[in-house]
């Protein structure tokens, strides 16, 4: 079964930092390309970025509410996937979703987020 | 960063409803919309791709159309399961962005 485990949620004061991991198997963890999706307290949906396989180039790519605070990293000899987050505002409160990130093999490469973790919480307050 | 806009925000309906929800790009995406669905307190599940393409195992009464800026997600006869908050998902450019959601209430 192919499944995505997210780990290290928590309470953290704002201006604080926490490393979120995503632990994937059932899948060639190496060759996925993966995300990180967070939903604040009874809002939406919010992506936070992706990062391609070691053979696409390992690049990443973020959105803007927290490009230069997180870094996406993976760590292939352990099918892990991390998410370091700093700087932490109250806006970052929320579940944090881990994803793997699907590829059509037709002429147009169509991209989804096929798999979800159930998410881990965290919590930015003082 | 593109735009998704989603209508209505919130809808009532009964069992055995037709109902479709509206996705609008602020520009031209092609084809690269995906829908989810996602009920209280549980994750998001995938069930569009590609703005048509139903995903293995998704119910044949869910059906997506669609090209360059207009989107629609049909549910062809709405069943108690089907209650949920309903987004939208450009592929098209990163930053991706989701819809604000559509949530799909029991009249």
């Known amino acids: 079964e192919v499944q995505v485990v997210e780990s290290g949620g928590g309470l953290v004061k704002p201006g604080g930092s926490l490393r979120l991991s995503c632990a994937g198997s059932?899948?060639?963890?190496?060759?996925?390309?993966m995300s990180w999706v967070r939903q604040a307290p009874g809002k939406g949906l919010e992506w936070v970025g992706r990062?391609?396989?070691?053979?696409?180039?390992?690049?990443?790519d973020y959105a803007a509410p927290v490009k230069g605070r997180f870094t996406i990293s993976r760590d292939d000899s352990i099918d892990t996937l991390y998410l370091q987050m700093n700087s932490l505002e109250t806006e970052d409160t929320g579940v944090y979703y881990c994803?793997?990130?699907?590829?059509?093999?037709?002429?147009?490469?169509?991209?989804?987020?096929?798999?979800w973790g159930k998410g881990t919480t965290v919590t930015v307050s003082s | 960063d593109i735009q998704m806009t989603q209508s209505p925000s919130s809808l009532s309906a009964s069992v055995g409803d037709r109902l479709t929800i509206t996705c609008r790009a602020s520009q031209s995406i092609n084809s690269y919309l995906n829908w989810f669905q996602q009920k209280p307190g549980e994750a998001p599940k995938f069930l569009i791709y590609?703005?048509?393409s139903l995903q293995s195992g998704v119910p044949s009464r869910f059906s997506g159309s669609g090209s360059g800026t207009d989107f629609t997600l049909t549910i062809s006869c709405l069943q108690p399961e089907d209650f949920a908050t309903y987004y939208c998902q450009q592929s098209y450019s990163t930053p991706w962005t989701f819809g604000q959601g559509t949530k799909v209430e029991i009249k």
């Open positions: 590609a703005a048509s």
């Open positions: 059932g899948f060639s963890f190496s060759n996925a390309w």
């Open positions: 994803t793997t990130i699907a590829l059509t093999v037709t002429t147009n490469h169509y991209y989804y987020m096929d798999v």
């Open positions: 990062i391609k396989s070691k053979i696409s180039g390992e690049t990443t």
